[in-house]
């Protein structure tokens, strides 16, 4: 797959405004809107989604075919739930259940981009994360239902930070050798 400096570049810039128009709008939403976060890892973990997201949005935007109409469908529906989560802060039970539909539709959208640009390293990685980002999304519901809201958000939380230790710094995802490595014969 062919990438330019100019897609990389339109994706970065795409990247930086998403992830700080979704940064201000949750400032919005606990300064203005008066909505505040239940638990403080509730906004801890919002904050480390937009960090992902930023870099999520940095390589994927590079590889995705532009105007294709499943893609943007998908995108849709992840920016909606983005921009409702901080509206969700005074629900652990809303809030939740947007994030574990965040995960799972970031997944299908993952699964539906392999047909149109091929499978790589890091189609496999990103929708083995995702999915593992669903699974620890259901487990804090779980913990949710059953009245344990503030011990679920805050392993939670941490898992999730740890989670994006790993993925940001000690292994990184978001490395654009791993979706071209077959073309580079790169191992």
């Known amino acids: 797959m062919k990438t330019s400096d100019k897609w990389t570049l339109h994706a970065k810039n795409k990247a930086f405004l998403l992830t700080l128009g979704l940064t201000i709008w949750t400032i919005i939403v606990i300064y203005v809107l008066h909505i505040r976060p239940l638990f403080s890892s509730m906004l801890f973990f919002h904050l480390l989604l937009l960090l992902n997201t930023y870099f999520s949005v940095r390589i994927f935007d590079t590889i995705t075919p532009k105007n294709n109409w499943g893609q943007n469908f998908w995108d849709i ?111």
């Open 77 to 187: 529906l992840l920016l909606s739930c983005l921009i409702y989560l901080p509206l969700a802060f005074n629900s652990s039970l809303i809030f939740i259940f947007v994030n574990t539909l965040l995960f799972v539709i970031a997944t299908l959208k993952y699964i539906f981009l392999i047909p149109l640009v091929g499978f790589s390293k890091l189609f496999f990685k990103k929708i083995r994360i995702d999915t593992l980002g669903t699974l620890l999304c259901m487990a804090c519901m779980a913990g949710v239902i059953f009245g344990f809201d503030y011990l679920s958000f805050n392993l939670w939380a941490i898992t999730f930070f740890l989670a994006n230790i790993y993925v940001l710094w000690y292994k990184p995802l978001y490395k654009l050798e791993h979706h071209i490595e077959k073309y580079l014969n790169i191992k």
